[in-house]
């Protein structure tokens, strides 16, 4: 399976458990996210619909595609929408990273990634 299929698979998930428990995408926010704003997109539904071309153009290339094979390893099996894809991008040795990797990143954040939510007591 590829990338993009597997992130499409957990993008599914996720709206399954959205629907299930009411959560959302959106806020007054959305467009200050730091992956959003990489992806050039204004909100997370266009930054969704230009991360899962940015990940299928990523597949193509060697760097992007040693990047993507070991994303969870570098960064964690959870990606949050607040996280900063270049603060990630630095979690790669240099020889897996391009000027591209912060984009690719960004691309995994708005497809994947979950609010970030402070637990209660």
Same mark, same amino acid.
């Given at each position: 399976?590829?990338? /993009?299929?597997? =992130?499409?698979?957990?993008?599914?998930?996720?709206?399954?458990?959205?629907?299930?428990?009411?959560?959302?995408?959106?806020?007054?926010?959305?467009?200050?996210?730091?992956? /959003?704003?990489?992806?050039?997109?204004?909100?997370?539904?266009?930054?969704?619909?230009?991360?899962?071309?940015?990940?299928?153009?990523?597949?193509?290339?060697?760097?992007?595609?040693?990047?993507?094979?070991? /994303?969870?390893?570098?960064?964690?099996?959870? =990606?949050?929408?607040?996280?900063?894809?270049?603060?990630?991008?630095?979690?790669?040795?240099?020889?897996?990273?391009?000027?591209?990797?912060?984009?690719?990143?960004?691309?995994?954040?708005?497809?994947?990634?979950?609010?970030? /939510?402070?637990?209660?007591?």
């Amino acid at each position: 399976m590829g990338m /993009v299929a597997f =992130l499409n698979a957990w993008g599914s998930l996720k709206g399954t458990w959205e629907r299930r428990t009411g959560a959302r995408d959106g806020g007054s926010g959305e467009g200050s996210l730091k992956a /959003v704003r990489a992806l050039g997109a204004q909100g997370l539904a266009d930054a969704r619909r230009r991360g899962a071309r940015a990940l299928e153009e990523a597949w193509r290339c060697t760097c992007c595609r040693s990047l993507l094979a070991h /994303v969870f390893e570098r960064v964690g099996s959870t =990606l949050f929408l607040d996280d900063d894809p270049d603060a990630l991008a630095r979690s790669f040795d240099d020889s897996e990273r391009d000027r591209y990797s912060a984009r690719v990143l960004a691309a995994c954040i708005v497809m994947v990634g979950r609010e970030r /939510v402070a637990a209660t007591v």
